[in-house]
C-alpha cells in the first residue's frame, strides 16, 4: 500500500486539516519550508509545488524578488493532472532563485534543514524536500536541472527522482535552462513517486518536448538488471566518512544479490564545466525578458534614459543570478562561442555515449553528494567554483538526461546521507523497483511526521 491508500484508508479526527495546517505554519517560521500555504487545504491528500511552477491564482516567483507579485492565469501541466487526480495543493515550496544553488542559501529566507537546523536542506529545492521530510501525507512537484531534487533530497533524507529529460512536460515551469529542466517529484517512498509520476508523466500538446516514454522502453535486459556499476575514479572525491558509509551500502547490497562492478570513467570532471558553460548561456537568454516591460514589472516610470531605466528594473537580481547572466552572455557571443558554448554542446553528446555504453550493461550508483550535510556556516564561505565543485556527482546524469533517483541509505551524527542511482533514458520505472526493494530492507527515519494518522 503506498502513502495515498493508506490516507484515504485512515479514519481521520476532526478538525485534522486545520490542525495539520496550524502545525505546519507554526513549524514553517522555524525552517522556511513554504513561501505560501493554502490554508483552506480541507480534504484530499496534499501535494506542494516548487515555486517556479505555476499554479493557477497562486503568487509564483521562482523564489526572486524580480518576479514578486506575479500571479500566473493558469495551471502547469503537472499541476493541472494533480487537480484531475484529486490531490490537493498545500503551498509553493522555497528555492534558489530561479534554480541557482546546490545548497538553498541563494535566497531571502534561509531554509532549515528539519534534522538539525544548523546544516543546510541542499538545493535548488530545498522547501519540497523539507515539507517531504515533515509531512506524513504528501507529496512534493519538484524540478532539477543539474541536481536540484537529488541534492536537497539527501540533504533533508528523503527520496528525489528526476526522470528521463522529456518525461514530463514543462509546461508552466520558469525556465532555467530549457535543454535540461526536468520536472520530477520527492516524497518519503518510492511507491509513492511511481504513483504520482504514473499521473503527471506523458505528451502534451503544450510542450513539443514531451515523449511518452512507454513508447520508448529501453529496459536493461534481464540478466543485467542486478548488475551496479560503480566508477573507481569517484574516490578521489568524496570525503572519507561519505566514503566508509558509502562502503557499507555496497556490502549490503551485495547481501541483498547484486552484482557490484567496478569500472574506470576518466571523463567525471568534464562534466561540471560543460554543464555550467550551457546552463548559464541558456539561464543569460531566459533572464533577458525580466526587463521591467512585459516581465519582471518593477516600475512605470518611462521618462528615465535607457540605461537608467534597465539598471534599475534588473537590479533586484541577486549576485548569483548576475553573475550567471554575465558569463552565460560572454560564453554565447560571437568571438568565443566556438570555444565555449559550442565545444561544451559536442562534450555533452561525447559523454551521452560514454555513459550510455555503461547504462546498457546496468546501473551506476554513487553517494549523491561527495561531502555529509555542511553547516549553512560553512557553506556561506564556499567560493562559486567551491559551490559549483559539490555537484561533482548530481550533474553528470542531469546533463545527458538520464533519470536517476536519490534514496536515504544511513545516518552520520543523526543527519541522513543520500545515494544516487542511475540508469539509461526511458528506463526509469527499474529505478523505482531498486529503491522498493532498498526499503524493504532499510527503514528512513524522520525527525517529525506531521499529520500522521
Ligand atoms: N547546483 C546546480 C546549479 O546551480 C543545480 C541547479 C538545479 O538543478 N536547478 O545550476
Known amino acids: 500500500m503506498n502513502s495515498i491508500e493508506e490516507f484515504y484508508s485512515k479514519q481521520k479526527p476532526d478538525n485534522y486539516f486545520q490542525n495539520l495546517i496550524k502545525d505546519l505554519s507554526e513549524l514553517n517560521k522555524k525552517l522556511n519550508a513554504f513561501n ?39 495551471n502547469a501541466t503537472v499541476v493541472e493532472r494533480m487537480f484531475l487526480n484529486n490531490f490537493e495543493f498545500l503551498g509553493k515550496t522555497h528555492m534558489d532563485e530561479f534554480g541557482f544553488g546546490t545548497f538553498g542559501l541563494n535566497s531571502e529566507q534561509i531554509p532549515k534543514n528539519p534534522f538539525n537546523n544548523q546544516y543546510v536542506t541542499g538545493g535548488s529545492s530545498s522547501g519540497a524536500s523539507i515539507a517531504t521530510s515533515i509531512l506524513k501525507y504528501h ?73 511518452d516514454i512507454n513508447k520508448k522502453n529501453n529496459e536493461i535486459k534481464n540478466n543485467k538488471q542486478n548488475t551496479i556499476f560503480i566508477i573507481n575514479q569517484i574516490t578521489d572525491l568524496i570525503d572519507e566518512q561519505v566514503k566508509s558509509s558509502f562502503s557499507k551500502l555496497i556490502s549490503k547490497l551485495e547481501n541483498m544479490g547484486f552484482n557490484i562492478k567496478y569500472i574506470d570513467f576518466d571523463f567525471l570532471d568534464k562534466a561540471i564545466p560543460t554543464y555550467y558553460i550551457i546552463s548559464m548561456a541558456e539561464a543569460s537568454t531566459n533572464l533577458a525578458k525580466y526587463t521591467g ?26 549576485l548569483e543570478s548576475k553573475r550567471r547572466i554575465i558569463l552565460g552572455t560572454f560564453v ?14 559536442k562534450v555533452r553528446g561525447f559523454l551521452i555515449n560514454k555513459i550510455k555504453d555503461i ?27 567551491q559551490n559549483y565543485g559539490t555537484d561533482v556527482l548530481t550533474i553528470p546524469p542531469n546533463l545527458c538526461g538520464f533519470p536517476h533517483i536519490s534514496f536515504p541509505y544511513d545516518y552520520i551524527n543523526e543527519l541522513p546521507l543520500g545515494a544516487q542511482l ?5 528506463n526509469d520505472f527499474m529505478l523505482f523497483d531498486f529503491v522498493e526493494k532498498w526499503e524493504k530492507e532499510f527503514k528512513y527515519k524522520f525527525k517529525y511526521n506531521l499529520g500522521s494518522l
Open 36 to 74: 505560501n500555504i493554502n490554508l483552506k487545504a480541507n480534504k484530499n491528500f496534499l501535494f506542494s509545488v516548487k515555486d517556479n511552477i505555476c499554479v493557477k491564482n497562486i503568487e509564483t516567483t521562482a523564489g526572486s524578488k524580480i518576479l514578486e507579485g506575479y500571479i500566473p492565469p493558469f
Open 139 to 211: 507529496i512534493a512537484l519538484a524540478e532539477s536541472t543539474g541536481g536540484s531534487i537529488s541534492a536537497p533530497a539527501a540533504f533533508c533524507g528523503v527520496v528525489g527522482f528526476t526522470p528521463t529529460y522529456g518525461a514530463i512536460s514543462r509546461y508552466g515551469l520558469i525556465d532555467y535552462a530549457n535543454s535540461l529542466d526536468k520536472i520530477g517529484i520527492i516524497a518519503r517512498s518510492s511507491n509513492d513517486i511511481k504513483s504520482v509520476f504514473n499521473i503527471i508523466k506523458g505528451p502534451d500538446n503544450y510542450d513539443s518536448t514531451c515523449i
Open 293 to 318: 516591460f512585459k516581465y519582471g514589472l518593477k516600475n512605470n516610470d518611462f521618462s528615465k534614459f535607457y540605461n537608467d531605466f534597465f539598471i534599475n528594473s534588473r537590479a533586484d537580481f541577486r
Open 332 to 345: 554565447r557571443n560571437a568571438s568565443v562561442k566556438n570555444k565555449y558554448y559550442h565545444k561544451a554542446l
Open 359 to 385: 547504462l546498457k550493461q546496468g546501473f551506476i550508483l554513487s553517494p549523491t553528494m561527495p561531502i555529509l550535510t555542511p553547516k549553512i556556516e560553512d557553506v556561506s564561505k564556499l567560493s562559486p567554483l
Open 422 to 426: 542511475i540508469t539509461d533514458h526511458f
